[in-house]
């Protein structure tokens, strides 16, 4: 999304301020054509709270954010979060779609710079895999660490023996969260515990604040919004394949750099 956001910002933002940033997200087009008072009417709140959301997220006011998102020539509407009907071809590629425009929105250089400057050293690197298909994106990310040669990359699978493990690790070392939420319990648990024992830690994580990201030195942010059909959880993660292609490409770009040197 053309809305440039800061981490910094993003922690800050209160729960009421997020569910703002995400509606805005979802609705570009019709927020383009709306009365502050109209956006207001829609998020149950005053129109004072949406001066101060704008000017928190860095903008002078609604008018601006307004004149920002109107740049965006894809304003199209993601598909409803929540389950209804079946879903069709159309809508599955709408969200795909606004997701991916969305995250590469977030990417900021200086930000992927120091990622992949971490990934670009010889401290040990360590992955949790959180069970299910996120473990797919994990992997993925190592394939490619190996792919391109980096060495001392190392799984981290049972909760358990994860929390064991970060209380034994140097303090010179990575470890990786992936979270297609943010907030699954036992990845916010272990993101807490190494941050007590001063780990290095980077999140790949959703652009609104949650407690992985609140937990990490570094974070990745991607948009996404959670989709459930029956209790079955299936949100996206393509926009997260397409974060960690852009972080490798950083790194390799630097690695290439160093060897040239």
Not at 3 to 27: G, P
Not at 31 to 50: D, F, H, Q, R, T
Not at 112 to 131: C, E, W
Not at 178 to 196: D, E, N, P, Y
Request: glycine share 4%.
């Amino acid at each position: 999304m053309v809305l440039k956001i800061d981490d910094d910002t993003l922690r800050q933002l209160n729960e009421t301020e997020s569910e703002m940033l995400k509606y805005v997200y979802r609705h570009k087009a019709a927020v383009c054509s709306m009365s502050i008072k109209e956006l207001a009417g829609e998020l149950n709140c005053a129109p004072s709270s949406v001066v101060r959301f704008c000017k928190k997220i860095g903008y002078s006011g609604f008018s601006e954010v307004k004149y920002a998102l109107q740049d965006d020539r894809s304003n199209t509407e993601p598909a409803n979060s929540e389950v209804s009907v079946p879903a069709t071809y159309e809508s599955i590629m709408t969200d795909i779609s606004t997701s991916i425009v969305g995250t590469a929105g977030l990417m900021q250089n200086e930000r992927l710079y120091k990622v992949a400057s971490l990934l670009n050293t010889d401290l040990p690197i360590y992955l949790y895999y959180p069970g299910g298909i996120t473990d797919n994106l994990v992997t993925y990310l190592e394939r490619l660490l190996m792919i391109n040669g980096r060495t001392n990359v190392y799984q981290l699978h049972s909760g358990n023996m994860t929390a064991h493990l970060i209380q034994t690790i140097p303090e010179q070392a990575i470890i990786i969260f992936i979270s297609a939420s943010g907030m699954w319990h036992k990845t916010v648990k272990l993101a807490q515990t190494a941050k007590l024992h001063n780990l290095v830690s980077v999140g790949i994580t959703p652009v609104y604040n949650n407690d992985v990201a609140v937990h990490c030195n570094y974070n990745l942010r991607f948009f996404a919004h959670q989709r459930e059909n029956k209790g079955a959880e299936f949100t996206s993660r393509l926009c997260i394949y397409y974060l960690i292609d852009t972080l490798i490409e950083f790194y390799r770009q630097l690695k290439k750099g160093d060897e040239q040197v």
